[in-house]
């Protein structure tokens, strides 16, 4: 019997293979995914138009470069200042466009953007005029067939509603699950709020055909035991961060095969790791069964596009373009709007040349 020819050895990923491979993208906020860039246009609009404008410059409030927001400086930057510049249907229907455009610039092809339904009363706004307004843009842009980029909604619950704000996010999920929402989130300050008053919202998310997706084990204050038993009894289709959880949780996402949903650059600027890349732990669910997806969280802060989430795991953890491969596809199993994206994602995968090819 001859022996088997060595196969030759894969090429390595580099930058340019990770912007130029087909990227799924599941855990991004949208007003979290807004760039400074944008941001400022937004405001130059507003200070034009509103001379009087009670706020400083996006490249002042939020400067280039810096990266290093944690748990307590993070959460303020939306209510006090990004909700207040954003605070329109015009602002929300030029970020999300930018959102959108940036993502598949950066060679995301399909993505389930999430965010908090948001009244603004002084624009007279409501949360469903906010919810319709972001559909009609995913819906322009998917129904554009020069788009590369398919994508989806997420609603969140954010972890300081009341019941029957949370319950309100189901509703208006439920009523747009045929316009493009596809699942439920839970986010927010993991140190606020208590996680069991919205039980009864997820299962009627659940019940309505809806996928739930959680935050879970952010830090160490939402990681604990009741917590975490109360999160995983809602049996979630996903998981977010997933950072301080024990063997036991461990092994019940192991068993019940959810996904979960991976933000190094956040974790580690954010301080929500001890260490470095390095040390995230990444390195300990590449090597579970379960879907992984390399996700950004919040690019418009952490500045890390996907295309660089891809490329530090690779570095970090020394990932083959055929390790890259099969997290790609085996996250495909895991997206919320079903056999139709997947077949296309499935054979996007399928059919790639950049898996070889010398140029990338
Ligand atoms: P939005 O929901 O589109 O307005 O996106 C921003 C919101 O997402 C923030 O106000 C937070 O509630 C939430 N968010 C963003 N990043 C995180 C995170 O890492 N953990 C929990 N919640 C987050
Ligand atoms: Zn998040």
Known sequence: MATPRPRPPTKPVDAAFARSLPKIELHAHLTGSIS???????????????PELDLVDPLIAIPPGKVDYDIKTFFPLFSSYIYKLCSDLPSIEYSTKAVLEEFQSDGVVYTELRTTPRAMPETGVTKQNYVETILN??????????????????????RRNSVAEAEEVVDLATKYHPAGVCGVDLCGDPAKGDVRIFTSAFARAKA?????????????????????QTLLSWKPHRLGHVIHVKEEYRNI??????????????????????????????????HSNVPVALSTDDVGVFCSPLSHEYYLAAQHFGLSRNDIRAFCERAVDSIFTGTV????????????????SEER
């Open 36 to 50: 400074r860039d944008c941001l400022h246009d937004i405001w130059i609009t507003k200070k034009a138009r509103h």
């Open 341 to 356: 994206e997947q077949t296309r994602l499935k054979s996007i995968y399928v059919e790639w040349a950049g898996w070889t």
């Open 253 to 286: 996402i192991e068993k019940e095969d959810i996904g979960v949903e991976l933000c190094l650059s956040c974790n580690v600027h954010a301080k929500m790791i001890t260490g470095t890349y390095s040390d995230h732990h990444f390195g300990m669910w590449r």
């Open 208 to 228: 309505a055909g809806l996928k739930i997706t959680l935050h879970f084990a952010e830090s160490e204050v939402s990681a604990t035991d009741l917590e975490l």
């Open 137 to 158: 843009i995913l819906k322009a842009h998917n129904d554009n067939g020069a788009n590369t980029m398919r994508a989806f909604l997420i609603l969140s619950i954010d």
